[in-house]
Nanobody
Framework: QVQPVESGGGLVQAGDSLRLSCVTS????????MAWFRQAPGKERDFVAA????????SYTDSVRGRFSISRDKGKNTLYLQMNSLKPEDTAVYYC?????????????????WGQGTQVTVSS
């Protein structure tokens, strides 16, 4: 079982950049895809971006496309989310997730392993 651990969150101003990292341990060779989700207070956990571990195929939600970039370093078992031109509406806890299944990348229910989350706060 893969165990993700996120880092890199913080408090920034609108227009700034942040890079989130997610280090995975465990049976990473079975991983099909990894993703970033986010959850704002009082709201559901929403899809942000995903990447297939071997093929590198990416998917983004419309609100971050062109501003955020997901990538992975297979040698380091690490997933990244580069976030540029941050907006106050990007404020949320960001979660890293992994799945061994060939599945719908944008669905919360597709992922079996989750990190504890890292807080991103963007002030206006």
């Amino acid at each position: 079982q893969v165990q993700p651990v996120e880092s890199g969150g913080g408090l920034v101003q609108a227009g700034d950049s942040l890079r989130l990292s997610c280090v995975t341990s465990g049976r990473t060779f079975n991983t099909y895809a990894m993703a970033w989700f986010r959850q704002a207070p009082g709201k559901e956990r929403d899809f942000v971006a995903a990447i297939t571990w071997n093929g590198g195929r990416t998917s983004y939600t419309d609100s971050v496309r062109g501003r955020f970039s997901i990538s992975r370093d297979k040698g380091k078992n690490t997933l990244y989310l580069q976030m540029n031109s941050l907006k106050p509406e990007d404020t949320a806890v960001y979660y890293c997730a992994a799945t061994n299944l060939i599945t719908q990348l944008q669905s919360v229910r597709s992922y079996e392993a989750w990190g504890q989350g890292t807080q991103v706060t963007v002030s206006s």
